[in-house]
């Protein structure tokens, strides 16, 4: 299967195109730039082009597009799924969504913690044992995740840029968290890529972000 995925739950633009003869053509964003502002709407779609130069193909050679529905943040998510849905609606193609936290956490052979950012002091966790789902993610301040941690009596790779923001929090939990600078704490398109395969195709309009928690911005009243 050539799938095109991509991620914007974070201040990064993750895009990349997985051939069915598995090579991979990706855009990784270095570990610096979580910390940066976020410039999905000038960054995804030339990631996507060359992502999809790279890989040779043409638009009539894919057979899916996936996306990271998050948690994140709400304007990341809003462009990244928007973006999914006008690319799958104009070329046909199955839309497959997929786990932000679950992708952050793909590949580690130990027991991980996925942590973004949620600003406001919180975060949003999830636990993943190899590929399976041990705490679903949720959204809570970092002594609390940090709290449930202990209770569970086992240490963990804490990930992402909520685990480098509070990086004292979790290590003092007995966790391990890689260096600021390591690849690990950047949501990767090559896991939304094989994550993809995962999951079952949704109709587009069914494909939303998950936001688990209400918007930052709310509407004045008079």
Request: with cysteine; aromatic share 4%.
């Amino acid at each position: 299967m050539n799938v095109l995925g991509f991620d914007t739950a974070t201040a990064a633009s993750a895009a990349c195109v997985l051939r069915d003869d598995g090579e991979a053509f990706e855009v990784e964003p270095p570990a610096a730039r979580m910390g940066e502002r976020p410039g999905h709407a000038a960054e995804l779609m030339p990631a996507v082009t060359r992502c999809m130069d790279g890989a040779g193909l043409g638009w009539d050679d894919l057979d899916a597009i996936a996306v990271g529905i998050g948690p994140g943040m709400f304007t990341g998510l809003r462009i990244g799924v928007a973006t999914a849905h006008g690319l799958a609606a104009a070329t046909e193609l199955e839309l497959r969504p997929v786990s932000s936290l679950a992708a952050l956490a793909h590949g580690a052979a130990i027991s991980t913690l996925a942590v973004i950012d949620a600003r406001r002091d919180e975060v949003f966790a999830a636990l993943y044992q190899g590929e399976g789902e041990v705490w679903e993610p949720f959204v809570a301040a970092p002594e609390a995740v940090a709290d449930r941690l202990r209770e569970r009596g086992t240490g963990a790779l804490a990930v992402g840029d909520g685990a480098v923001r509070f990086r004292h929090v979790f290590e003092a939990a007995g966790a391990e968290v890689p260096d600021d600078g390591s690849s690990s704490h950047v949501v990767r398109g090559l896991s939304i890529c094989r994550l993809a395969a995962t999951v079952a195709p949704e109709p587009v309009e069914a494909v939303l972000p998950d936001y688990l928690r209400l918007p930052d911005a709310k509407p004045r009243t008079r």
